[in-house]
């Protein structure tokens, strides 16, 4: 019953008494064995109700000192929670200005009281990393995750996230393996573990999760970019990046590189446009070529090889493979260019080109002009991809009519007449055919 109510009562309960009383006083005599009683009926009910007012706050009284433990312990916890928020607040605050020592005391004083422990402790989990204090931020994660087991995720990734940051890479892959296996679709985990792998050089399982990041939209150009980068500074290349192909032309054209890995699919001007302009210029023609492309673009890769691409890798891909096809290019623009006095030795074949000789496993090959010029041709590059014109044009000139079963009737003679060692001629189907190169 509302205070206001009360009052209101009493109050109507006393105007109905005056009023009765108003009109006849009465009179009333109480008798208790030998003791009588005379008073009126005004005094009466005055004393009536004087006594249930005594009567009524006596029980209140009663049950206020009988709750008075329950009231005290929600008084504390009122409190606590005050303290704690309080606290928090301040440790974050400190934790924004550095003072990582000072937050984590404040994070954890109160967290037991807070309405939010799993924060303080995660909170504090981050100030103790900062302060290099594993253990500490081991036992905060402990009991950031029994404040709330239905949390795991939450506090997995804030551990798999510190544990990157600190360069503890088998605790990470740990964990984040655990976040795999109890959240198999999520994005952000998804993102760790492209960057646990890069740290660890772990190319083969990168290049495993890369469709499932593009499926998912978790990877972008600028990440790939990204990956690729790192995995070429960790093998002591400088590397400048460009968004656009526009951008890329401009930065290539005013300082020239030792070699360009080029996406065929680019925003504005495209890959073969770069490709194209980068071959006439005078400062680049002779700067190499590696297209990246994905599968179903032999179209767009052999017009490129054609422009003088030197090279191309098919997405996905592995950076292990990218970083071994960027080593050989590389190598093969510094070394002098063989004459006709040069023996080229490839696996167990030993050509000759003065005398015009093919030794195969020991063996004299007896080999026609054409078919000579074209084993020549793709052992002077291996792993460089020829197109079919490419071979015709090298072989014969530009006036020689280009027809694909022209080059694939040399390459089956070859293949024949070479035995064993034909296996070395490798066909890159939809594209031409290249010289196996040796790693």
């Known amino acids: 019953m509302s205070a206001l109510l009360k009052v209101w009562l009493f109050v109507l309960t006393g105007a109905a008494i005056g009023v009765v009383l ?19 009926l005004a005094l009466l009910l005055m004393l009536i109700a004087l006594l249930f007012g005594l009567l009524y706050f006596a029980i209140r009284l009663i049950a206020r000192t009988l709750h008075l ?4 312990r929600d008084w504390k916890q009122r409190r606590g929670s005050r303290l704690a928020q309080q606290a928090m607040t301040r440790g974050l605050l400190e934790m924004s200005e550095g003072n990582w020592g000072s937050a984590e005391k404040r994070l954890v004083r109160f967290a037991d009281r807070s309405e939010t422990p799993l924060l303080n402790y995660l909170a504090a989990a981050r100030a103790a990393q900062l302060q290099g204090a594993h253990d500490r931020r081991d036992g905060y994660i402990r009991l950031a995750h029994d404040a709330m087991p239905s949390a795991d995720v939450a506090v997995s990734l804030t551990q798999a996230e510190l544990q990157l940051a600190d360069h503890q890479l088998e605790q990470a892959l740990a964990t984040l393996k655990h976040l795999r296996s109890v959240a198999p679709k999520h994005n952000y985990v998804l993102r760790l573990l492209r960057r646990l792998y890069e740290q660890l050089g772990d190319w083969e399982h990168l290049r495993e999760l890369l469709p499932e990041l593009r499926r998912r939209k978790v ?6 970019a990204s990956t690729l980068g790192l995995a070429l500074e960790r093998e002591g290349y400088e590397i400048v990046s460009y968004p656009t192909g526009r951008e890329g032309l401009v930065g ?19 890959g073969l446009e770069v490709t194209k302009r980068l ?21 767009d890769i052999v017009t490129g090889l054609e422009l003088g691409a030197d ?9 292990r493979i990218m970083v071994a096809r960027v080593r050989t290019a590389l190598r093969r623009k510094s070394s002098k260019t063989q004459d006709d006095k040069t023996t080229v030795h490839i696996f167990e074949l030993e050509i000759h080109p003065g005398r015009r000789s093919v030794l195969a496993a020991g063996k004299p090959v007896d080999l026609t002009f054409t078919e000579f010029q074209v084993l020549y041709l793709l052992a002077q590059r291996p792993g460089w991809v020829f197109t079919r014109s490419m071979i015709v044009d090298a072989v014969r000139g530009d006036d020689y009519p280009v027809t694909d079963r022209s080059v694939d009737v040399q390459i089956v003679g070859l293949r024949k007449k070479l035995g ?10 939809g594209v031409g055919y290249r010289m196996k190169e040796i790693l």
């Open 311 to 319: 090279d191309y890798i098919a997405k996905p891909f592995s950076p």
């Open 279 to 299: 071959k006439k210029s005078p400062k680049t023609e002779r700067v190499p070529i590696v297209m990246l492309s994905a599968k179903g673009e032999e179209a």
């Open 219 to 224: 990877e972008d150009d600028a990440d790939l």
């Open 22 to 40: 108003s009109r006849d006083t009465g009179y009333v005599l109480l008798s208790f064995g030998n003791y009588t009683v005379e008073m009126s």
């Open 420 to 429: 064993d060692c034909g296996k070395y001629i490798e066909t890159v189907r």
């Open 69 to 72: 433990p329950q009231d005290v």
């Open 252 to 270: 290539i054209l005013g300082n020239p590189p030792d070699l360009v890995l080029l996406d065929l699919m680019l925003p504005g001007i495209d």
